[in-house]
Structures are given as C-alpha cells and as structure tokens.
C-alpha cells in the first residue's frame, strides 16, 4: 500500500485529513475518487473550501494543483457546491451532525 502521500498534490496536511476520515492509503483513495472522499472530509467536520475539492481532482488524475481551468473549473464548482449542499450544513446540531455521520439521519433529513 502506497503512502497517500505518493500522489502528487497530497502534502502532510491533506494527508493527515484523509487518514482521519479512514482513507489511508493511495490506492484506497484512488478506488474511492474524489468525490466520495471529499464527501467524507466534509461529513467529518472538515470545512468546504473549493481549492481544496479541485486540487483533490487533480491529484487523482496526477496533474498540477493549478491546471484546473475554464469549463472543466465550472463544472467541478457545480458538483463541489451539490456535494457541500449534501455533505455538510453549518445549521446541523452537533447531535444531528453524528447521528448522520453513523447513518441514523439522511444527510437532507433537515
């Protein structure tokens, strides 16, 4: 198993953040993809930051941080903001926010 450090664009600090949510591997994050762990960083208290979902994308598809560009830019902000819609609610009760962490509550269950 590879280090998810291995993949480029994935520092000490991103790493550290996927290891917390149970992604601890290279190969686990790339069998999960980006979206799927990026959901897992929001549902597990990490704060959205649109940066951070496209330069997870990049990572996975081993380009630099920054070649994110034009409509492909657009159209990941467009799936960044339904993921952040559906992974994360700041109006959560911290309760609410466990109970769906565990799978008690839908995530829309507001």
């Not at 993809?33 to 997870?56: C, M, Q, R, T």
Request: hydrophobic content about 40%.
């Amino acid at each position: 198993m590879a280090a998810l450090t291995t993949i480029r664009n994935i520092g000490p600090a991103f790493e550290k953040a996927l290891i917390a949510v149970g992604i601890t591997s290279a190969e686990q994050l790339h069998a999960l993809g980006a979206d799927a762990a990026y959901s897992k960083l929001l549902e597990n208290g990490s704060k959205p930051h649109f940066i951070g979902y496209y330069v997870l994308h990049m990572a996975l598809q081993g380009r630099p941080w920054n070649d994110c560009k034009g409509e492909e830019k657009k159209a990941l902000r467009k799936q960044f903001d339904k993921i952040k819609t559906q992974s994360f609610d700041q109006d959560r009760s911290e309760l609410e926010a466990f109970l769906n962490q565990i799978g008690v509550i839908a995530v829309d269950s507001k």
